[in-house]
């Protein structure tokens, strides 16, 4: 079966990361796939709202460290920068329901969707510091402006992982539910928006991120390439293959 799955019903289009024995890291192919279903739920008159989901367990371990490792992104035109452009740039609602860990891009897409819903087993982390890598997806500019500087500094420059109650004291999830009614709640909110106008949502969503859009796309580009510097620098690739070896990263030498 597919790494993700796509399902459009009743105006809902459902992307599943379904790759749960690698707790759902996200390959360059899943990443492709994932650009793809975005940019076609953008298209298609038919849906009227997005979400994404993981399990009851997992929602995402973030990048596969393996291609991290063996094929870091190369250009602008790479599926990961593909499918963040695809999310951030997304005119319709973004529902997402996440339980168990969201590590890196699993917790950093959360700033591009519109409604969270978590699991009370939710572990939000953004470990870029850890693995010698810097904030990605905009995350620089929108956790600070989301959690407060002092927050989002404890939460990038010390990396470590946060759980459900945090991230609904600091914003970024709207409501904590049990796991095993994460996903089904998060579609009944994603249909209550999808009996609506769509015009209503698309033209609401438009205003209230007016303004933000350049800043984003700038802030983006510029955390690109610094990151795409350093996934090919020793700290990183120390990092990668410590995981690999399932050892602890040696970091005295970098
Ligand atoms: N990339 C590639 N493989 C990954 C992965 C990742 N990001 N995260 C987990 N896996 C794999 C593990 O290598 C393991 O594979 P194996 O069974 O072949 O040995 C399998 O998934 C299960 O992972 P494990 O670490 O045993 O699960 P856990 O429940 O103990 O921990 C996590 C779950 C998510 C906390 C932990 O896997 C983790 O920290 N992953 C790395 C997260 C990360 O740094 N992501 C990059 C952010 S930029």
Redesign the pocket.
């Known amino acids: 079966m597919s790494d993700i799955l796509v399902h459009t019903e009743a105006g809902v289009t459902t992307i599943t990361f379904n790759r749960i024995?690698?707790?759902n890291?996200?390959t360059a192919a899943m990443y492709a796939a994932l650009a793809d279903a975005v940019e076609q739920a953008a298209a298609d008159n038919a849906v009227r709202t997005l979400l994404i989901q993981g399990d009851a367990t997992?929602f995402s371990?973030?990048?596969?460290?393996?291609?991290?490792l063996n094929a870091p992104p190369s250009t602008e035109n790479s599926p990961v920068f593909r499918f963040m452009r695809a999310l951030a740039g997304f005119p319709k609602p973004v529902v997402a329901a996440v339980c168990g860990?969201a590590?890196?891009?699993?917790t950093t897409m959360l700033f591009h969707c519109d409604l969270v819903y978590a699991g009370d087993n939710a572990?939000f982390?953004?470990?870029?510091v850890?693995?010698g890598?810097c904030p990605?997806f905009a995350s620089s500019v929108l956790a600070p402006q989301m959690f407060g500087y002092h927050r989002a500094a404890e939460a990038l420059l010390l990396g470590e992982p946060f759980m459900a109650e945090a991230a609904l004291e600091v914003g970024l999830v709207n409501r904590v539910v049990p796991p095993t009614e994460c996903n089904d709640f998060a579609q009944k909110q994603a249909r209550k928006m999808a009996a609506k106008p769509l015009s209503a949502l698309v033209e609401t969503k438009r205003l209230m991120k007016k303004g933000q859009q350049a800043q984003l796309v700038e802030r983006m580009g510029e955390e690109g390439q610094s990151f795409g510097r350093m996934l090919r620098e020793p700290a990183a690739r120390e990092a990668f293959t410590a995981?690999?070896e399932?050892r602890k990263p040696d970091f005295s030498k970098v």
């Not at 590590?103 to 699993?106: A, K, L, Q, S, Y």
């Not at 982390?125 to 870029?128: L, N, R």
């Open positions: 024995e690698k707790k890291s996200i997992i371990a973030g990048n596969d460290l393996g291609d991290f860990p590590v890196g891009i699993g572990a982390s953004m470990p870029f850890n693995l890598l990605e995981f690999m399932k």
